[in-house]
């Protein structure tokens, strides 16, 4: 037993959360060998772990782009659009009197050139992961334990060496039972001791769905996302539950330029691509003449899903411009008419115009 009682004081510090009562005990400095199995990685199914196993298994499908890749980053950037009057769109703050500048014309020319580099870190597009897969990990199970207490106690690794995702973070069960808590249980306890700015405990009640369809009917979806990325993780369940009922609903009504300008078009976009769903972007695209947004969509329309009829068709005919949306309209299109009708208006105004000049 003394060798016992001297090993588990080495322990590393950990803090015991039960109600309101905390518990500290002592650090260690070294990796213990009787503890060495348990410390594995707490996000058991980790994206990252995930993506590094499918890496090494070799797979001999068709490697198809994904949201960080440079190529389709750049599409989904260009799509985006640079409208610097909405961008900087007036905040809700305290009233201030307005300066004013006298510039020359050099001056205005480079604090345009400032104004249009800060427009682009803001347009910086936030991250597109698979959801995190649960944690259902036990460590042990001490039936001695069972029924001495009735609430939970979480164990949680407060080192500041340490990456949020490699924490240990462990919950004692009344029952006796000892496992790995859940993504829900580790991110309010690393909240509780690592706030974030703008990030709360408990999930706001704007999150609820009745409070979700008032911000959608007032064209709130941009801020709902900037609270949604401040508020969960981009892998969390949650995050990607609010994102699709964000891109479904503006789908539906056809209010893609609510998000245009915004680093959240890009997600969107990426969005209706992966689901096959680019018809009302595609249109909306196409009565604004952003034609060449329309090209660039379906271009990546075609990047992600190459074994499409469309993409297959395009590849044969070398289809570029008009040609590729005709092409899509024609072979994947869910409103192809539609879209072919709307080429066609664009057509006959662009001669118009041209008439004219």
């Known amino acids: 037993m003394a060798t016992l009682r001297s090993r588990v004081l080495l322990w590393r510090p950990l803090i015991c959360s039960r109600g309101v009562e905390q518990f500290s005990f002592c650090a260690r400095?070294?990796?213990?060998?009787?503890?060495?199995?348990l410390p594995q990685p707490c996000g058991a199914g980790s994206p990252y772990r995930r993506v590094a196993s499918e890496?090494?298994?070799?797979n001999s499908e068709i490697k198809k782009p994904t949201f960080m890749d440079e190529e389709v980053q750049s599409?989904?950037?260009?799509?985006?659009?640079?409208?610097?009057?909405k961008i900087f769109k007036p905040a809700v703050q305290e009233l201030k009197p307005p300066t004013c500048k006298l510039m020359t014309q050099t001056q205005l020319e480079e604090a345009t050139t400032q104004a249009v580099e800060a427009a682009k870190v803001q347009l910086k597009m936030p991250p597109v992961l698979e959801e995190r897969a649960p944690i259902n990990d036990v460590l042990a199970e001490d039936k001695i334990l069972e029924g001495s207490e009735t609430a939970k106690y979480v164990f949680t690794d407060i080192s500041y060496n340490i990456a949020h995702r490699e924490r240990f973070i462990v919950v004692?069960?009344?029952?006796?039972?000892?496992?790995?808590?859940?993504?829900e249980e580790r991110d309010r306890m690393i909240q509780v001791y690592f706030p974030k700015e703008g990030r709360r405990i408990l999930t706001p009640i704007i999150f609820k769905e009745e409070n979700l369809k008032t911000m959608y009917s007032q064209d709130r979806h941009a801020d709902v996302l900037n609270l949604c990325i401040a508020q969960f993780e981009p892998d969390s369940t949650e995050y990607i539950k609010v994102h699709h009922q964000i891109y479904e609903d503006i789908d539906k009504h056809g209010k893609y330029d609510i998000l245009r300008s915004t680093r959240h078009f890009g997600g969107m976009a990426w969005y209706f691509v992966h689901e096959k769903k680019i018809d009302g972007l595609l249109i909306d695209q196409i009565q604004r003449y952003l034609v060449d947004d329309a090209t660039s969509l379906v271009q990546l329309y075609h990047m992600?899903?190459?074994?499409?009829?469309?993409?297959?068709?395009?590849?044969?005919?070398?289809?570029?411009?008009?040609?590729?949306?005709t092409v899509f309209a024609k072979t994947e299109a869910q409103m192809g008419a539609y879209v072919e009708l709307m080429l066609q208006a664009y057509q006959g105004a662009f001669i118009s115009h041209s008439a004219a000049s």
């Not at 950037?77 to 409208?83: F, V």
């Not at 992600?304 to 395009?314: R, T």
């Open 304 to 325: 992600v899903h190459p074994e499409g009829l469309s993409a297959q068709e395009a590849k044969e005919q070398a289809a570029e411009g008009l040609n590729l949306i």
């Open 75 to 85: 599409i989904l950037i260009k799509m985006t659009g640079l409208n610097l009057q």
């Open 55 to 58: 890496a090494a298994s070799g």
């Open 172 to 183: 004692r069960e009344p029952s006796g039972t000892l496992r790995k808590a859940s993504w």
């Open 29 to 37: 400095t070294q990796p213990i060998t009787l503890l060495q199995r």
